[in-house]
T-cell receptor, first 113, second 111 residues
Framework: EAEVAQSPRYKITEKSQAVAFWCDPISGHATLYWYRQILGQGPELLVQ????????DSQLPKDRFSAERLKGVDSTLKIQPAELGDSAMYLC???????????FGPGTRLLVL | GENVEQHPSTLSVQEGDSAVIKCTYSDSASNYFPWYKQELGKRPQLIID?????GEKKDQRIAVTLNKTAKHFSLHITETQPEDSAVYFC??????????FGAGTTVTVRA
């Protein structure tokens, strides 16, 4: 069964450093989502792509976060500079074109020291 | 998410008993309601979903009910087992393209 892939699984960094996370969605899925999940809370959408275009980045802190999906397949989420409050699980999900089932990757757990 | 409220936040049940989690949503146009289960340190996994053209859906020990008039939907787990212990999230569409997630319910099944 196809799954969403993410790397790295864990990342420890110091504040003010740059970090990058990678996501490879399930083949053929047009929509890709990046979520942030703080311990004890539900996933919060950061950015949503339809193919290579951003359809929603209203909750993305654009002064430090950026995301791209250049060829409409895999995607990278970057944080520069990282802050202590960015420590969280970053989940990638993919799905079809309409709002329907989203399949999550294993996530990248980020710890900022 | 601001569109979805989920209760309770924690739920402890005796093995074999039933567990019920309820979510309410605000967008009356919402038509798709998934439930995800997230075990500690693992990814959220879809366990069941329901569309607005039906009022109930069952899959073995799991069922979801939908009341569109009242704008709420519930997850029912019967004959709970220790492996049902996890965090459960409901979600509902926010607009055409987004899912808004509830804050989660931590379910603990006592042996």
């Amino acid at each position: 069964e196809a799954e969403v892939a993410q790397s790295p699984r864990y990342k420890i960094t110091e504040k003010s450093q740059a970090v990058a996370f990678w996501c490879d969605p399930i083949s053929g899925h047009a929509t890709l989502y990046w979520y942030r999940q703080i311990l004890g809370q539900g996933p919060e959408l950061l950015v949503q792509f339809q193919d290579e275009s951003v359809v929603d980045d209203s909750q993305l802190p654009k002064d430090r976060f950026s995301a791209e999906r250049l060829k409409g397949v895999d995607s990278t989420l970057k944080i520069q500079p990282a802050e202590l409050g960015d420590s969280a699980m970053y989940l990638c999900a993919s799905g079809g074109r309409a709002v329907e089932t989203q399949y999550f990757g294993p996530g990248t757990r980020l710890l900022v020291l | 998410g601001e569109n979805v409220e989920q209760h309770p936040s924690t739920l402890s049940v005796q093995e074999g008993d039933s567990a019920v989690i309820k979510c309410t949503y605000s967008d009356s146009a919402s038509n798709y309601f998934p439930w995800y289960k997230q075990e500690l340190g693992k990814r959220p996994q879809l366990i069941i979903d329901i569309r607005s053209n039906v009022g109930e859906k069952k899959d073995q020990r799991i069922a979801v009910t939908l009341n569109k008039t009242a704008k709420h939907f519930s997850l029912h787990i019967t004959e709970t087992q220790p492996e049902d212990s996890a965090v459960y999230f409901c979600a509902a569409p926010l607009g055409d393209y987004k899912l808004s997630f509830g804050a989660g319910t931590t379910v603990t099944v006592r042996a």
